[in-house]
């Protein structure tokens, strides 16, 4: 099946700070990328919707301006966690949508804010 | 969004097969059945998905009721590697083909 890697697998970051996320799909083009997140023990949350090209659609109760998101070429698409806080410790993972519409997910990143 | 409904937690043992059953009553005409799973710290990996008939592939089977207002995943073999949360979700194809995940079940596979 078609493969999606996710850029860094894990990171610590201190309060305050900013921490970028990449996601990749790696042999297919994928105009259309998702962000999830999962806190422990629970559910994937659909966080927003990446289409390239275009500006991303996120969903209820996602603050646009703390989770920036970049969808600049059919490949790649960013998260970056802006002025992070603990509570914005989670796993994150991106999945893609490729040409015939199959949705394959990355790994996650896991994201620990001190 | 159509909703699933999964018991939280299922267990089986090694080498038998398990069926993990999904009741989607609210389901529509243009939902498809997919089924993901999540290995402890990965990302979702697909499953297998339908939309009336049976499917099968080389790791599940998908039996889907006549009414379309549930389905079983079936695992023939439970393997330790199996040990999973198993989500069963609606998507639907004219809704953007998003991807809600609901609770999922929790199988455990003993030894």
């Known amino acids: 099946g078609a493969v999606v890697s996710q850029h860094p697998s894990w990171v610590i970051c201190k309060s305050g700070t900013s921490v970028k996320i990449e996601c990749r799909s790696l042999?297919?083009?994928?105009?259309?990328m998702f962000w999830y997140r999962q806190f422990p023990k629970q559910s994937l949350m659909l966080m927003a919707t990446s289409n390239e090209g275009s500006k991303a659609t996120y969903e209820q109760g996602v603050e646009k301006d703390k989770f920036l998101i970049n969808h600049a070429s059919l490949t790649l698409s960013t998260l970056t966690v802006t002025s992070a806080h603990p509570e914005d410790s989670s796993f994150y993972i991106c999945?893609?949508?490729?040409?015939?519409?199959?949705?394959?997910f990355g790994p996650g990143t896991r994201l620990t804010v001190t | 969004d159509a909703k699933t409904t999964q018991p939280n937690s299922m267990e089986s043992n090694e080498e038998e097969p398990v069926h993990l059953p999904c009741n989607h009553s609210?389901?529509?005409?243009?939902?498809?059945i997919h089924w993901y799973r999540q290995l402890p710290s990965q990302g979702p990996e697909y499953v297998i998905h339908g939309l009336t008939s049976n499917v099968n592939n080389r790791m599940a089977s998908l039996a889907i009721a006549e009414d379309r207002k549930s389905s079983t995943l079936i695992l023939h073999r439970a393997t330790l590697r199996d040990a999973a949360v198993y989500y069963c979700?609606?998507?639907?194809?004219?809704?953007?083909?998003?991807?809600?995940f609901g609770g999922g079940t929790r199988l455990m596979v003993k030894p």
């Open positions: 979700i609606l998507r639907d194809n004219n809704a953007g083909n998003m991807l809600t």
């Open positions: 042999d297919f083009q994928a105009t259309t």
């Open positions: 999945s893609a949508r490729d040409p015939v519409d199959e949705q394959y």
């Open positions: 609210t389901i529509s005409g243009t939902d498809y």
